[in-house]
């Protein structure tokens, strides 16, 4: 079975650009989950998707978004970036259960690397 | 907010030894899972154990095993028999039940293996 895939691996935008950033589940995994990671804050959540919903959301600015398709892959959007926008952006798939129910594990992409300059 | 702390920021160990790192969490629920995820240099997580909180024994996943001290809030991973392989950033994370798939990770701890 195919892992979880991001693309792509790695972005350089400028300072008020905006990008997308895409993630691929695994097959029959319905929710997608979004991290930050940086130097400085760690590992920290933006948002998760189940079923085309948004289910949770993090503490991070507006200019975050996300949503997910039909087929559970997901897309987040960064508008107007900033340089401490810099991160490694993971993506992580889990079944999340018939009812939306706890998923005991999540699988994590390679992530995609974002360098605003 | 639950926050988790791992005061070990990083740690170095001898092939074929023992090496345990601490992780201490803060929460108010009593229903809540606790995970150690690895990430190896080339950045792929991957989670090495779980733990629910109701489940009063520690798991155990080949090498890896898990000291859970529910009312300290402590959830310490003990790896035995330590191989190069486990050269990674270790974190501790918590997930409540309610929040869904939102994990709260730790810092990390760097763990070099040394031969």
């Not at chain 1, 590992?43 to 996300?66: A, D, I």
């Not at chain 2, 995970?35 to 991957?46: T, V």
């Not at chain 2, 990770?105 to 293996?113: E, H, M, P, Q, S």
Request: hydrophobic letters at 30%; glycine letters at 8%.
């Amino acid at each position: 079975k195919a892992g979880v895939t991001q693309t792509p691996r790695y972005l350089i935008k400028t300072r008020g650009q905006q990008v997308t950033l895409s993630c691929s589940p695994i097959s029959g995994h319905r929710s997608v989950s979004w991290y930050q990671q940086t130097p400085g804050q760690g590992l920290q959540f933006l948002f998760e998707y189940f079923s085309e919903t948004q289910r949770n959301k993090g503490n991070f600015p507006g200019r975050f978004s996300g949503r997910q398709f039909s087929n559970s892959r997901s897309e987040m959007n960064v508008s107007t970036l900033e340089l401490g926008d810099s991160a490694l952006y993971l993506c992580a798939s889990s079944l999340g259960g018939l009812a939306g129910g706890l998923a005991l594990e999540q699988f994590f992409g390679p992530g995609t690397r974002l360098t605003v300059l | 907010a639950q926050t988790v702390t791992q005061s070990q920021p990083e740690m170095s160990v001898q092939e074929a030894e023992t090496v345990t790192l601490s992780c201490t969490y803060d929460t108010s629920e009593s229903n809540y899972y606790l995970f150690w995820y690895k990430q190896p240099p080339s950045r792929q997580m991957i989670l090495v154990i779980r733990q629910e909180a109701y489940k009063q024994q520690n798991a155990t996943e080949n090498r890896f095993s898990v000291n859970f001290q529910k009312a300290a809030k402590s959830f310490s991973l003990k790896i035995s028999d330590s191989q190069l392989g486990d050269t990674a950033m270790y974190f501790c994370a918590f997930m409540k039940k309610e929040y869904g798939n939102k994990l709260v990770f730790g810092a990390g701890t760097i763990l070099r293996v040394k031969s």
